[in-house]
């Protein structure tokens, strides 16, 4: 593979972005740019509208500031035994800010200088920011849960009755952004038992005087609260033959229904609540407004979210 070399100037602005470009390790040990790098990483990569939305952000931001004229982001294809090798290298070509997706979220904990306490009490992480002394990890996904959710449905966690779907590492992210915000009661459902009882143990110490409980999606709780919003935070609903993770007929008049994937926008549980006449939303909103958090952790400035938003729109359109 050719060697990646780009020079941007403060002379030439607009830079012709190349947001369908996949780089890889090789890439990176051959590594020369001229202006403040960003990335995500990830295995598989070809799919991520990351680099359109912080792009696109980047251009409007350079409109106001002429230093994000030399900011541009980028993908690489990063398998997870290559991972450590790959956060030297970008720390080492002086990138400044790292975006993590899967498998990496959970496998970089062990690769950071230091880290966000909220991050910690994840245990993943998707946000990297250079320091001298190596990358400093955040989590920005519960920010654009809760962002995305009053964007979308008019909905806040806190005061809220949750009924959560999945126990993966999504599913962790959110149940402790609820407990974070002071939710009123948070329902976890999940058809694996020992999933289910460790994500309840983890978050345990967490629950305060909230009411936290567990079932399984064919045996909803009698007294289970009506007006819950309903969260999918599993993978169920990729595919076009998923079945839905819940059926949403069986639970108490939910509030709203937000369903973490955004690709496709309309799964089976979406279709579901639409048919019910129940709001919901799929997961785009929770994509842009975590992004807009993470550039605004690297730039220390304000991010047009309006600029991300339509870019990453207009990117699953193509």
């Known amino acids: 593979m050719r060697a990646a070399r780009a020079v941007v100037s403060i002379e030439n602005p607009k830079l012709s972005i190349e947001n369908s470009s996949v780089l890889s390790l090789r890439d990176l040990e051959s590594w020369s740019f001229d202006g403040t790098a960003l990335a995500v990483i990830g295995q598989p990569i070809s799919h991520s509208i990351s680099p359109a939305m912080h792009n696109a952000a980047l251009a409007a931001m350079a409109r106001i500031d002429r230093r994000f004229a030399t900011w541009k982001y980028f993908r690489f294809e990063v398998p997870p035994a290559d991972l450590a090798d790959a956060l030297a290298l970008l720390h080492a070509r002086n990138f400044r800010g790292i975006n993590l997706t899967i498998p990496h979220k959970v496998l970089a904990i062990d690769h950071v200088a230091a880290i966000d306490p909220a ?6 992480v998707n946000t990297l920011l250079r320091t001298t002394t190596g990358w400093r990890g955040f989590n920005t996904d519960g920010y654009g849960l809760a962002a995305g959710l009053r964007e979308d449905l008019g909905l806040d966690l806190a005061g809220a009755h949750i009924v959560l779907l999945g126990a993966g590492g999504a599913a962790r992210g959110a149940a402790i952004e609820c407990l974070d915000r002071r939710c009123a009661s948070l329902g976890i459902v999940n058809r694996t038992p020992e999933h289910l009882a460790s994500l309840l143990r983890a978050l345990a110490p967490l629950r305060r005087s909230i009411s936290l409980r567990g079932f ?103």
């Open 216 to 318: 399984a999606p064919n045996a909803v709780p009698a007294d289970l609260a009506a007006g819950a919003i309903v969260i999918n935070a599993t993978s169920a609903g990729l595919r076009d033959s998923d079945a839905p993770p819940i059926d949403l007929a069986a639970l108490p008049r939910p509030a709203g229904v937000y369903d973490m994937i955004y690709n496709p926008p309309r799964t089976a549980l979406l279709r579901i609540a639409e048919n019910l006449g129940l709001r919901c939303a799929n997961g785009l909103s929770m994509l842009v407004h975590q992004g807009a958090r993470s550039l605004a952790i690297w730039s220390d400035a304000e991010v047009p979210v309006n600029a991300m938003r339509e870019a990453a729109r207009a990117a699953l359109r193509v």
């Open 119 to 124: 991050a910690k009490a994840i245990g993943a």
